[in-house]
Nanobody, 124 residues
Framework: QVQLVESGGELVQAGCSLRLSCAAS????????MGWFRQAPGKEREFVAT????????EYADSVKGRFTISRDNAKNMVYLQMNSLQPEDTAVYYC?????????????????WGQGTQVTVSS
């Protein structure tokens, strides 16, 4: 059974930074590609970032490219999302997701495992 627990979300002002963490309870974490998605109020959940099994390949949504960085520590079963220059439009519940495939993927339906989410609120 795969369990994902996100943390790090909070209320911040525009221009500030946050780092989200996702702790994964899995057998062999390095077998999983990971992703971050978000859902803003009244909107559908959307792709934010993804990382392959080794951390060597990443991909980002255009809206966060250059501001957000996804990374992982396979020794600690952790994946992170460093978010810089946060803007009010980044306000959302952020979800960590896992797929038992080595390669990254930006498609929500490709991820069978999801965390409960962590709230990020950016005030103007």
């Amino acid at each position: 059974q795969v369990q994902l627990v996100e943390s790090g979300g909070e209320l911040v002002q525009a221009g500030c930074s946050l780092r989200l963490s996702c702790a994964a309870s899995v057998g062999t974490f390095s077998l999983y590609a990971m992703g971050w998605f978000r859902q803003a109020p009244g909107k559908e959940r959307e792709f934010v970032a993804t990382i392959n099994w080794s951390g060597g390949i990443t991909e980002y949504a255009d809206s966060v490219k250059g501001r957000f960085t996804i990374s992982r520590d396979n020794a600690k079963n952790m994946v992170y999302l460093q978010m810089n220059s946060l803007q009010p439009e980044d306000t959302a519940v952020y979800y960590c997701a896992a797929r038992r495939v080595a390669s990254r993927n930006r498609l929500e339906y490709e991820y069978p495992y999801w965390g409960q989410g962590t709230q990020v609120t950016v005030s103007s």
